[in-house]
Protein backbone atom coordinates (compact mmCIF):
# COMPACT_ATOMS: atom_id res chain seq x y z
CA UNK A 1 0.00 0.00 0.00
CA UNK A 2 2.96 2.43 0.57
CA UNK A 3 4.91 1.94 -2.52
CA UNK A 4 0.95 2.86 -4.17
CA UNK A 5 1.05 5.92 -2.18
CA UNK A 6 4.40 6.84 -3.28
CA UNK A 7 3.66 5.47 -6.95
CA UNK A 8 0.27 8.29 -7.05
CA UNK A 9 2.62 10.86 -5.64
CA UNK A 10 5.40 10.08 -7.93
CA UNK A 11 2.59 10.83 -10.46
CA UNK A 12 0.98 13.47 -9.13
CA UNK A 13 4.62 15.40 -9.23
CA UNK A 14 5.73 14.81 -12.57
CA UNK A 15 1.87 15.55 -13.61
CA UNK A 16 2.57 19.18 -11.99
CA UNK A 17 6.10 19.72 -13.62
CA UNK A 18 4.69 18.84 -16.51
CA UNK A 19 1.82 21.63 -16.45
CA UNK A 20 3.87 24.36 -15.60
CA UNK A 21 6.81 23.24 -17.97
CA UNK A 22 6.93 25.47 -21.26
CA UNK A 23 4.98 22.78 -23.25
CA UNK A 24 2.17 22.76 -20.88
CA UNK A 25 -0.50 23.69 -23.28
CA UNK A 26 0.36 20.38 -24.79
CA UNK A 27 -1.53 19.21 -21.68
CA UNK A 28 -5.15 21.82 -22.09
CA UNK A 29 -7.75 21.05 -23.72
CA UNK A 30 -8.00 21.41 -27.60
CA UNK A 31 -8.14 24.93 -28.39
CA UNK A 32 -10.70 26.00 -32.12
CA UNK A 33 -8.51 26.93 -34.37
CA UNK A 34 -8.84 31.28 -35.08
CA UNK A 35 -11.58 31.62 -37.83
CA UNK A 36 -9.53 33.42 -40.78
CA UNK A 37 -12.18 36.32 -40.51
CA UNK A 38 -11.10 36.50 -36.64
CA UNK A 39 -7.23 36.42 -38.09
CA UNK A 40 -8.38 39.69 -40.54
CA UNK A 41 -9.90 41.79 -37.70
CA UNK A 42 -6.30 42.05 -35.91
CA UNK A 43 -4.38 42.67 -39.70
CA UNK A 44 -3.97 46.26 -40.14
CA UNK A 45 -6.30 47.38 -43.24
CA UNK A 46 -3.87 48.19 -46.05
CA UNK A 47 -4.00 51.16 -47.83
CA UNK A 48 -5.72 51.78 -51.25
CA UNK A 49 -3.97 54.37 -53.34
CA UNK A 50 -6.39 56.57 -55.31
CA UNK A 51 -5.28 58.72 -57.70
CA UNK A 52 -5.17 62.46 -57.18
CA UNK A 53 -8.51 64.40 -58.06
CA UNK A 54 -7.08 67.09 -60.29
CA UNK A 55 -8.42 71.00 -59.90
CA UNK A 56 -9.70 72.44 -63.25
CA UNK A 57 -6.56 74.87 -63.43
CA UNK A 58 -3.97 71.42 -63.08
CA UNK A 59 -5.66 69.22 -65.75
CA UNK A 60 -5.73 72.18 -68.01
CA UNK A 61 -1.97 72.68 -67.28
CA UNK A 62 -1.54 69.25 -68.42
CA UNK A 63 -1.55 70.77 -72.19
CA UNK A 64 1.51 71.14 -73.07
CA UNK A 65 3.23 72.64 -76.08
CA UNK A 66 6.63 70.08 -75.79
CA UNK A 67 4.03 67.10 -76.26
CA UNK A 68 1.85 69.04 -79.06
CA UNK A 69 4.48 69.12 -80.96
CA UNK A 70 5.87 65.78 -80.37
CA UNK A 71 1.95 64.41 -81.62
CA UNK A 72 2.50 66.74 -84.73
CA UNK A 73 6.04 65.67 -85.74
CA UNK A 74 5.16 62.49 -85.54
CA UNK A 75 1.87 62.79 -87.67
CA UNK A 76 3.24 65.17 -90.12
CA UNK A 77 6.09 62.72 -90.49
CA UNK A 78 6.94 61.13 -94.29
CA UNK A 79 6.57 57.87 -92.60
CA UNK A 80 2.95 58.47 -92.55
CA UNK A 81 2.36 59.77 -96.33
CA UNK A 82 0.20 62.35 -96.20
CA UNK A 83 -2.47 60.12 -94.51
CA UNK A 84 -4.80 59.27 -96.90
CA UNK A 85 -7.47 57.87 -96.20
CA UNK A 86 -7.80 54.07 -96.69
CA UNK A 87 -3.97 54.25 -96.95
CA UNK A 88 -1.21 52.88 -94.97
CA UNK A 89 -0.12 56.43 -93.26
CA UNK A 90 -3.92 56.89 -92.24
CA UNK A 91 -4.13 53.14 -90.78
CA UNK A 92 -0.77 54.05 -88.79
CA UNK A 93 -2.26 58.02 -87.54
CA UNK A 94 -5.21 55.57 -86.45
CA UNK A 95 -3.25 53.03 -84.36
CA UNK A 96 -0.94 55.86 -82.87
CA UNK A 97 -4.42 57.58 -81.87
CA UNK A 98 -6.16 54.25 -79.92
CA UNK A 99 -2.37 54.08 -78.56
CA UNK A 100 -2.77 57.30 -76.83
CA UNK A 101 -6.34 56.72 -75.53
CA UNK A 102 -5.31 53.59 -74.05
CA UNK A 103 -1.96 55.69 -72.64
CA UNK A 104 -4.66 57.75 -70.90
CA UNK A 105 -6.55 54.77 -69.58
CA UNK A 106 -9.89 55.92 -71.65
CA UNK A 107 -12.43 53.22 -73.32
CA UNK A 108 -12.06 53.80 -77.34
CA UNK A 109 -13.37 51.90 -80.63
CA UNK A 110 -12.83 52.19 -84.15
CA UNK A 111 -16.16 52.69 -86.19
CA UNK A 112 -15.22 51.29 -90.04
CA UNK A 113 -17.25 52.96 -93.43
CA UNK A 114 -16.82 52.63 -97.12
CA UNK A 115 -14.81 54.96 -98.91
CA UNK A 116 -13.93 56.13 -102.90
CA UNK A 117 -10.28 55.30 -103.43
CA UNK A 118 -7.91 58.19 -104.30
CA UNK A 119 -4.22 59.69 -104.60
CA UNK A 120 -2.48 56.32 -105.39
CA UNK A 121 0.61 56.31 -103.57
CA UNK A 122 4.48 56.34 -105.76
CA UNK A 123 3.56 52.88 -106.31
CA UNK A 124 0.17 52.90 -107.31
CA UNK A 125 -1.13 51.35 -104.77
CA UNK A 126 -4.64 51.99 -104.40
CA UNK A 127 -5.37 51.93 -101.16
CA UNK A 128 -8.52 50.26 -99.21
CA UNK A 129 -12.03 51.28 -100.02
CA UNK A 130 -12.88 51.61 -96.40
CA UNK A 131 -11.54 54.18 -93.40
CA UNK A 132 -12.29 54.32 -89.61
CA UNK A 133 -12.92 56.70 -87.04
CA UNK A 134 -11.42 56.49 -83.44
CA UNK A 135 -13.64 57.52 -80.56
CA UNK A 136 -13.02 57.54 -76.71
CA UNK A 137 -14.88 58.34 -74.23
CA UNK A 138 -15.48 59.54 -70.75
CA UNK A 139 -18.94 58.39 -68.59
CA UNK A 140 -20.54 61.32 -66.99
CA UNK A 141 -20.85 60.97 -63.63
CA UNK A 142 -24.59 62.22 -63.22
CA UNK A 143 -27.35 60.22 -63.33
CA UNK A 144 -29.60 61.89 -64.97
CA UNK A 145 -27.40 63.95 -67.31
CA UNK A 146 -25.14 61.76 -67.93
CA UNK A 147 -26.48 60.58 -70.99
CA UNK A 148 -25.74 63.91 -72.74
CA UNK A 149 -23.05 63.61 -75.05
CA UNK A 150 -20.43 66.89 -75.79
CA UNK A 151 -18.31 65.48 -78.87
CA UNK A 152 -15.06 67.02 -79.31
CA UNK A 153 -13.54 66.33 -82.63
CA UNK A 154 -10.62 66.54 -85.17
CA UNK A 155 -9.88 65.28 -87.93
CA UNK A 156 -6.72 62.70 -88.74
CA UNK A 157 -7.00 62.43 -91.93
CA UNK A 158 -4.99 64.37 -94.88
CA UNK A 159 -4.55 64.34 -98.80
CA UNK A 160 -1.79 61.86 -99.05
CA UNK A 161 0.66 62.45 -102.66
CA UNK A 162 -2.49 64.18 -104.03
CA UNK A 163 -3.22 65.59 -107.14
CA UNK A 164 -6.92 64.99 -105.66
CA UNK A 165 -7.64 68.10 -103.28
CA UNK A 166 -4.18 69.75 -103.84
CA UNK A 167 -3.47 72.64 -105.28
CA UNK A 168 0.02 72.35 -106.34
CA UNK A 169 -0.79 69.00 -107.99
CA UNK A 170 0.46 65.54 -106.99
CA UNK A 171 3.64 63.32 -106.69
CA UNK A 172 4.95 64.51 -103.09
CA UNK A 173 3.99 64.01 -99.62
CA UNK A 174 1.29 66.56 -98.52
CA UNK A 175 1.96 65.80 -95.06
CA UNK A 176 -0.70 68.01 -93.44
CA UNK A 177 1.47 69.43 -90.54
CA UNK A 178 -1.60 72.48 -89.80
CA UNK A 179 -4.12 70.51 -91.81
CA UNK A 180 -4.99 68.51 -89.47
CA UNK A 181 -2.30 67.15 -87.26
CA UNK A 182 -2.49 70.61 -85.10
CA UNK A 183 -6.66 69.49 -84.54
CA UNK A 184 -5.11 66.10 -83.92
CA UNK A 185 -2.85 66.97 -81.60
CA UNK A 186 -5.12 69.29 -79.53
CA UNK A 187 -7.64 66.74 -79.36
CA UNK A 188 -5.00 64.58 -77.86
CA UNK A 189 -3.79 66.45 -75.39
CA UNK A 190 -7.07 67.51 -74.13
CA UNK A 191 -7.96 63.68 -73.89
CA UNK A 192 -5.53 63.82 -71.67
CA UNK A 193 -6.50 66.47 -69.44
CA UNK A 194 -10.23 65.17 -69.73
CA UNK A 195 -9.03 62.05 -68.48
CA UNK A 196 -7.56 63.67 -65.54
CA UNK A 197 -10.61 64.51 -64.65
CA UNK A 198 -12.68 61.34 -64.82
CA UNK A 199 -15.26 61.02 -62.61
CA UNK A 200 -16.10 65.19 -62.21
CA UNK A 201 -17.62 65.63 -65.66
CA UNK A 202 -21.55 65.92 -65.08
CA UNK A 203 -22.44 64.57 -68.83
CA UNK A 204 -20.55 62.27 -70.92
CA UNK A 205 -17.15 63.27 -73.65
CA UNK A 206 -16.37 61.62 -76.18
CA UNK A 207 -13.38 62.50 -78.69
CA UNK A 208 -13.52 61.85 -81.87
CA UNK A 209 -10.64 61.46 -84.36
CA UNK A 210 -12.71 61.47 -87.96
CA UNK A 211 -11.23 60.19 -91.27
CA UNK A 212 -12.24 61.08 -95.00
CA UNK A 213 -12.75 64.58 -93.89
CA UNK A 214 -10.84 65.85 -96.96
CA UNK A 215 -13.21 63.31 -98.97
CA UNK A 216 -16.34 65.95 -98.21
CA UNK A 217 -16.34 65.47 -94.44
CA UNK A 218 -17.57 61.66 -94.93
CA UNK A 219 -16.05 60.44 -91.24
CA UNK A 220 -18.35 63.18 -89.59
CA UNK A 221 -21.29 62.60 -91.97
CA UNK A 222 -21.25 59.20 -91.50
CA UNK A 223 -21.21 59.41 -87.35
CA UNK A 224 -24.38 61.89 -87.17
CA UNK A 225 -26.03 59.29 -89.28
CA UNK A 226 -24.73 56.27 -88.08
CA UNK A 227 -24.16 57.57 -83.59
CA UNK A 228 -22.47 55.38 -81.03
CA UNK A 229 -23.42 57.27 -77.86
CA UNK A 230 -24.66 57.59 -75.37
CA UNK A 231 -23.59 53.62 -74.91
CA UNK A 232 -26.55 50.89 -75.12
CA UNK A 233 -28.85 53.78 -76.35
CA UNK A 234 -27.24 55.73 -79.20
CA UNK A 235 -29.01 58.61 -80.43
CA UNK A 236 -28.28 61.75 -82.19
CA UNK A 237 -30.50 63.68 -80.49
CA UNK A 238 -28.66 63.33 -77.45
CA UNK A 239 -25.74 65.46 -78.53
CA UNK A 240 -25.62 68.49 -77.65
CA UNK A 241 -22.90 70.18 -78.24
CA UNK A 242 -19.42 69.27 -80.93
CA UNK A 243 -16.37 71.59 -80.43
CA UNK A 244 -14.47 70.92 -83.91
CA UNK A 245 -10.67 72.00 -84.03
CA UNK A 246 -9.23 71.85 -87.84
CA UNK A 247 -6.17 73.73 -88.97
CA UNK A 248 -5.27 75.17 -85.26
CA UNK A 249 -2.09 75.56 -85.89
CA UNK A 250 -0.99 79.41 -86.89
CA UNK A 251 -2.37 81.60 -84.34
CA UNK A 252 -1.01 85.04 -84.94
CA UNK A 253 0.73 84.05 -87.95
CA UNK A 254 -2.14 84.69 -90.75
CA UNK A 255 -4.78 87.69 -90.69
CA UNK A 256 -7.57 86.20 -89.58
CA UNK A 257 -9.22 83.49 -88.00
CA UNK A 258 -12.53 81.71 -87.35
CA UNK A 259 -13.89 81.04 -84.38
CA UNK A 260 -17.24 80.19 -83.98
CA UNK A 261 -19.27 83.20 -82.64
CA UNK A 262 -21.98 80.72 -80.93
CA UNK A 263 -24.88 81.55 -83.48
CA UNK A 264 -25.54 77.93 -83.28
CA UNK A 265 -26.56 78.78 -79.52
CA UNK A 266 -26.81 81.73 -77.51
CA UNK A 267 -25.78 79.54 -74.46
CA UNK A 268 -22.67 78.94 -76.36
CA UNK A 269 -21.87 82.14 -77.20
CA UNK A 270 -22.51 83.57 -73.40
CA UNK A 271 -20.16 80.83 -72.62
CA UNK A 272 -17.40 82.20 -75.45
CA UNK A 273 -17.32 85.46 -74.08
CA UNK A 274 -16.81 84.22 -70.58
CA UNK A 275 -13.56 82.65 -71.93
CA UNK A 276 -12.66 85.50 -74.12
CA UNK A 277 -12.13 87.90 -70.96
CA UNK A 278 -10.12 84.77 -69.93
CA UNK A 279 -7.61 83.92 -72.97
CA UNK A 280 -6.48 87.41 -74.45
CA UNK A 281 -5.17 86.13 -77.88
CA UNK A 282 -9.00 85.20 -78.63
CA UNK A 283 -9.98 89.09 -78.44
CA UNK A 284 -8.75 89.54 -81.53
CA UNK A 285 -10.21 86.92 -83.15
CA UNK A 286 -12.36 87.48 -86.14
CA UNK A 287 -15.95 85.58 -85.16
CA UNK A 288 -17.60 83.69 -88.41
CA UNK A 289 -19.85 80.59 -88.81
CA UNK A 290 -18.51 78.22 -91.26
CA UNK A 291 -19.36 74.97 -93.00
CA UNK A 292 -16.90 72.91 -95.10
CA UNK A 293 -15.17 71.07 -91.75
CA UNK A 294 -16.51 68.29 -89.43
CA UNK A 295 -18.75 70.55 -87.04
CA UNK A 296 -21.53 71.13 -90.38
CA UNK A 297 -22.97 67.64 -90.36
CA UNK A 298 -23.40 68.38 -86.00
CA UNK A 299 -25.11 71.61 -86.68
CA UNK A 300 -27.57 70.58 -89.69
CA UNK A 301 -28.75 68.00 -86.78
CA UNK A 302 -29.74 70.98 -84.97
CA UNK A 303 -26.93 70.01 -82.55
CA UNK A 304 -24.72 73.40 -80.89
CA UNK A 305 -21.01 73.41 -82.38
CA UNK A 306 -18.45 75.72 -81.63
CA UNK A 307 -15.22 75.54 -84.93
CA UNK A 308 -11.63 76.48 -83.85
CA UNK A 309 -9.58 77.09 -86.95
CA UNK A 310 -6.76 79.78 -86.72
CA UNK A 311 -6.77 81.05 -90.45
CA UNK A 312 -5.74 79.65 -94.15
CA UNK A 313 -2.43 80.47 -95.38
CA UNK A 314 -0.24 79.81 -98.34
CA UNK A 315 1.05 76.20 -97.63
CA UNK A 316 -2.61 74.94 -97.22
CA UNK A 317 -3.25 71.66 -98.82
CA UNK A 318 0.60 71.54 -100.38
CA UNK A 319 3.49 69.98 -99.43
CA UNK A 320 4.82 72.85 -97.57
CA UNK A 321 2.47 71.98 -94.89
CA UNK A 322 4.97 70.93 -92.44
CA UNK A 323 5.46 70.49 -88.51
CA UNK A 324 8.08 73.25 -88.45
CA UNK A 325 5.74 75.60 -89.75
CA UNK A 326 3.62 75.38 -86.68
CA UNK A 327 2.62 78.22 -83.98
CA UNK A 328 3.14 75.67 -80.72
CA UNK A 329 2.63 78.21 -78.13
CA UNK A 330 -0.09 79.74 -79.92
CA UNK A 331 -1.83 74.95 -80.48
CA UNK A 332 -1.42 75.42 -76.73
CA UNK A 333 -3.19 78.20 -76.11
CA UNK A 334 -6.08 76.81 -78.84
CA UNK A 335 -6.06 73.85 -76.58
CA UNK A 336 -6.45 75.34 -73.61
CA UNK A 337 -9.39 77.54 -74.88
CA UNK A 338 -11.01 74.49 -76.46
CA UNK A 339 -10.39 72.33 -73.24
CA UNK A 340 -12.27 74.90 -71.01
CA UNK A 341 -14.96 75.57 -73.66
CA UNK A 342 -15.86 71.90 -73.67
CA UNK A 343 -15.71 71.62 -69.93
CA UNK A 344 -17.87 74.58 -69.18
CA UNK A 345 -20.44 73.13 -71.31
CA UNK A 346 -19.94 69.53 -69.67
CA UNK A 347 -20.92 70.64 -66.36
CA UNK A 348 -23.06 73.47 -66.97
CA UNK A 349 -26.56 73.46 -65.07
CA UNK A 350 -28.38 73.42 -68.03
CA UNK A 351 -28.04 71.88 -71.35
CA UNK A 352 -26.84 74.51 -73.84
CA UNK A 353 -29.82 75.22 -76.23
CA UNK A 354 -29.90 75.23 -79.99
CA UNK A 355 -30.75 78.42 -82.06
CA UNK A 356 -33.39 76.98 -84.17
CA UNK A 357 -34.36 80.68 -85.03
CA UNK A 358 -31.35 81.77 -86.51
CA UNK A 359 -31.25 78.02 -88.41
CA UNK A 360 -29.81 77.97 -91.54
CA UNK A 361 -28.17 74.97 -93.11
CA UNK A 362 -24.50 74.80 -93.93
CA UNK A 363 -23.59 73.51 -96.64
CA UNK A 364 -20.16 71.44 -97.14
CA UNK A 365 -17.66 73.26 -99.05
CA UNK A 366 -14.63 73.06 -98.46
CA UNK A 367 -13.27 76.44 -97.56
CA UNK A 368 -12.90 76.46 -93.88
CA UNK A 369 -15.46 79.50 -93.84
CA UNK A 370 -12.61 81.49 -95.24
CA UNK A 371 -13.54 83.13 -99.23
Known sequence: MKKLHVAVLSLTIILVL???SKDHTLLLPPQEPASPFEELTHKKPEKIEEKPRLTLPEAIDKIDRINLREIVEYL???ELEGRMSGKKGNKLAATYIKKKFDSYELPNESDKFTIKRVNPGPKNEIGDD???NVYAWIEGN??????????VGAHMDHIGYGPSYSRTGGGKI???ADDNASGTAALLEMAEAFAAMKGQNKRTIVLMAFSAEEMGLKGSIHYVNNPKFPKGNPDIKKHIFMLNMDMVGYLGKTKTAAFNDGSSSPDVGFLIKQLTEKYSFAKSITL?????SDHAPFYNKKIPVAFLHTGLH????????TADRINYEGLEKVAKYGFELAWNVCNAVERVEFDYGSYNELDYTHDHGQK
Not at 142 to 151: A, T
Open 18 to 20: LFF
Open 76 to 78: ASN
Open 130 to 132: FTE
Open 142 to 151: DPILKDEVVV
Open 174 to 176: HNG
Open 288 to 292: RGSGG
Open 314 to 321: EYYHTPKD
